[in-house]
């Protein structure tokens, strides 16, 4: 249990909850960013450190933790919003609901037939619950930049369950979904600029009053 | 077992107001002033201690009795609980319902006091204190369930005294961690310290526990003020357990130990409480919420 991967998986969890819990966007986005730079150093502790891994990590490393997070601060700047992030349904119904879902990932998790070495370890439930966070995100914020937020927090778990893989993964199909995120936060920057150009606010809720 | 019984009870009465004393201190040192002296808290209780008592004349004997079981249940409290590897002198199976419900008689009776005046400003008080002590018992429940799990008693001196500092190795290490920070945050939140509660504010409307006691004075402040140092120190003695050596077999250098760390703890809410600004009053449930969270995790973790 104490082994540092399961220390970060341990940390990631726990990123997933804060995230959920917090109001202010600018420690969401930095959160985030953490959680990604944290998964990242992952492959490094999981298989023999080959040029693949480290490509992999540093990649991991420089697109999440520091690229991705650049993207964003920029485009708050740019759009100027300081305000909270406007959760649909309140801070405590989704911090239970992410509570539930975590417990869930645990059970699952467990029945799942898995590799004899993947058994009980914490990468699948781990990945499980980012993914359900992410989804958590993406459903109960209205801000178009925190819906952003719960779409990197998704890709997070599907990179924990990559790293399971790694060693069979092709290598371009990871840094295809890594550069299919990019690709994403550029889109978003550009929807949200556009969002907000138009109706002068990032509120999704308002696209819905588009008529002809 | 005499000697033990006293060594808890002159620990819990002499150390205690030291502790408070302590953490002003910190944070005048770090703010940059000198700070009161240590013993600061001491005079205050005798000055108190030698004064009159003005009663309101609305008030019954519940208004008498909220200060006096404020005292009386810490010094029970404080007997179920080991004191680092000083054994408590009163176990029995299941004792940590007790030790929980009876922090629960407490603030019942604090609660009735304050309504007892009929001020609609302790009033706000008293349903601010229950409010977020019902938020905050579930997680002191789940750290115990943890604790018991891991320990396979029910006894609270079993519970913190044989295992936790050996078992920080181990798999069950992590959950550990998680239980300490969760008992840290429910001891800043039950003694009204400052992410939760300022108390050294008197005049806001933002306070919790302040605002109860507002018309108690002489005697009966000095118990209250007394009883929360007492309680502070109770739990802080569940968050210090956490990291004590095990026994050394001599009493008085594990009560010295014990004393060292519990020091060390008040210092360490003396950096917290300069460290923080106290959340909007709205954000108190859902920190506490958090916390309930984080300790059920504990729980999933130990559990799988």
Same mark, same amino acid.
């Given at each position: ?35 990604? $730079? ?26 999440? !933790? ?8 920029? $485009? ?26 975590? $417990?869930?990932?645990?059970?699952? !998790? ?51 369950? !990559?790293?399971?893989? $790694? ?46 | ?32 002033? %000198?700070?009161?002296?240590?013993? %600061? ?48 002198? *009163?176990?029995?199976?299941?004792? @940590?319902?007790?030790? =929980? ?10 609660? @009735? ?21 019902? *938020? ?19 006894? @609270? ?6 295992? /936790?500092? #050996? ?32 108390? #050294? ?9 302040? =605002?109860? =006691? *507002? ?70 449930? %859902? ?13 999933? /973790? /130990?559990?799988?």
């Amino acid at each position: 249990m104490n082994t540092p991967p399961n220390l970060i998986l341990l940390f990631v969890i726990l990123f997933n909850f804060f995230i959920l819990g917090t109001s202010r966007l600018n420690t969401c986005i930095r959160s985030v960013a953490l959680q990604g $730079a944290l998964l990242s150093l992952l492959p490094l502790f999981l298989h023999t450190l080959t040029f693949h891994t480290y490509l992999l990590a540093v990649g991991a490393f420089v697109l999440k !933790g520091l690229l991705m997070p650049w993207l964003l601060f920029r $485009a708050i700047r740019q759009v100027k919003i300081r305000r909270e992030v406007e959760p649909r349904i309140g801070y405590i119904p989704t911090l239970l609901l992410g509570a539930l879902t975590t $417990a869930g990932a645990f059970i699952f !998790g467990d029945r799942l037939p898995l590799l004899p070495e993947h058994l009980h370890s914490l990468f699948i439930p781990a990945a499980l619950s980012t993914l359900a966070a992410g989804f958590l995100m993406l459903i109960t914020r209205r801000k178009a930049i925190a819906q952003v937020l719960g779409y990197l927090m998704f890709e997070n778990g599907i990179f924990i369950f !990559g790293t399971l893989l $790694a060693e069979t993964m092709p290598f371009l199909v990871e840094m295809g979904v890594l550069l299919d995120m990019l690709v994403a936060i550029f889109v978003m920057g550009i929807v949200m600029h556009h969002i907000n150009r138009e109706f002068s606010t990032l509120n999704t809720e308002q696209l819905s009053l588009l008529r002809e | 077992m005499i000697i033990r019984l006293l060594l808890h009870f002159l620990l819990l009465a002499g150390l205690s107001p030291l502790l408070i004393g302590v953490i002003t201190r910190t944070k005048a040192i770090i703010a940059g002033r %000198q700070g009161a002296p240590l013993w %600061q808290p001491y005079r205050d209780l005798r000055r108190l201690f030698g004064k009159d008592m003005v009663l309101s004349s609305t008030t019954t004997w519940v208004f008498r009795a909220g200060p006096v079981v404020g005292i009386a249940v810490p010094l029970i409290a404080a007997l179920l609980i080991p004191f680092g590897a000083v054994g408590a002198p *009163l176990s029995f199976s299941g004792d @940590l319902v007790l030790f =929980v419900y009876l922090f629960g008689l407490a603030r019942f009776f604090t609660v @009735l006091a304050a309504l007892d005046t009929g001020s609609s400003f302790e009033g706000m008080g008293a349903a601010r204190e229950a409010t977020f002590s019902c *938020l905050a018992e579930p997680t002191l429940f789940v750290a115990f369930i943890v604790l018991a799990r891991i320990s396979g008693s029910f006894t @609270l001196d079993t519970m913190f005294k044989t295992l /936790l500092a #050996n078992n920080l190795q181990t798999v069950y290490g992590v959950s550990l961690v998680l239980t300490a920070i969760c008992l840290f945050i429910i001891l800043l939140a039950e003694n009204s310290r400052i992410p939760f509660d300022d108390p #050294n504010t008197h005049l806001e409307l933002t306070m919790i526990h302040e =605002v109860m =006691v *507002l018309d108690h004075s002489g005697p009966d402040f000095g118990l209250i003020l007394y009883g929360a140092a007492m309680k502070l120190m109770v739990m802080g003695t569940l968050v210090v357990n956490f990291i004590m050596p095990p026994s050394t077999g001599d009493l008085f250098v594990d009560a010295a130990f014990y004393t060292a760390a519990l020091l060390a703890l008040a210092v360490g809410i003396g950096l917290v409480e300069s460290g923080m600004a106290r959340l909007r009053l709205l954000k108190v449930p %859902q920190l506490l919420i958090g916390t309930s969270l984080l300790s059920f995790f504990a729980l999933v /973790l /130990l559990l799988r």
